[in-house]
């Protein structure tokens, strides 16, 4: 049954879903805060131990996760910017009109548009995306990543544990 409350129409918006263009904010700028740490305090590609597992590690990625396509030849910056940019304005339009009663899912668009939005910026004005936080164990390192890379990964996590254990609570709740 529908809910009389909901708004109907592409450019309605629930007031209320601010607060996650706000956490969306907040992770760009602390994405952007920290990279800037580490350009103006690391060299390129010379490690900085912080802990057995971790250490800081200035890299540019030219590719996408994992520094996929990074040799392709620079048509994947214009994709990738594209692309980016594309996904954060239907992100910014789907994350508006989230009814009240969502909490996980706004949080996990919240947190993927930051991070889409915080690498994008990144590929715009440097033409790459300033990694920094490699993870090893001994001989075993995990591809550099930075908060950005962080919160769409969190963000993602929580959009499946949305799909998958919340949406259909909801529905119930929504029959009865």
């Known amino acids: ?27 760009i700028i602390l994405d ?6 580490a350009t103006t305090s690391l060299n390129y590609a010379d490690p900085v131990p912080v802990l057995p597992f971790l250490n800081w590690t200035l890299l540019h990625n030219y590719g996408a996760a994992f520094s996929f396509l990074s040799d392709a030849g ?23 009109r989230m009814p009240k009663n969502m909490k996980v899912l706004p949080l996990a668009v919240a947190l993927i548009l930051g991070g889409a939005i915080g690498n994008l910026i990144d590929r715009v004005s440097l033409g790459y995306v ?39 609570k909801r529905n119930q709740q929504q029959a009865k």
């Open 74 to 96: 620079g048509w994947q910056r214009y994709f990738f910017t594209s692309l980016a940019g594309v996904v954060s304005v239907i992100f910014v339009f789907w994350l508006m």
């Open 32 to 37: 952007q805060w920290t990279k800037w740490i």
């Open 130 to 168: 300033v990694d920094f936080i490699h993870v090893y164990y001994q001989n075993s390192h995990f591809p550099a990543f930075n908060l950005a890379d962080s919160a769409i990964t969190l963000g993602t996590i929580l959009m499946l544990i949305d799909t998958f254990f919340l949406e259909g």
């Open 1 to 27: 049954m529908p809910n009389p409350q909901e708004k109907k129409g592409l450019f309605q918006f629930y007031p209320h879903n601010l607060w996650w263009l706000g956490l969306t904010i907040i992770s």
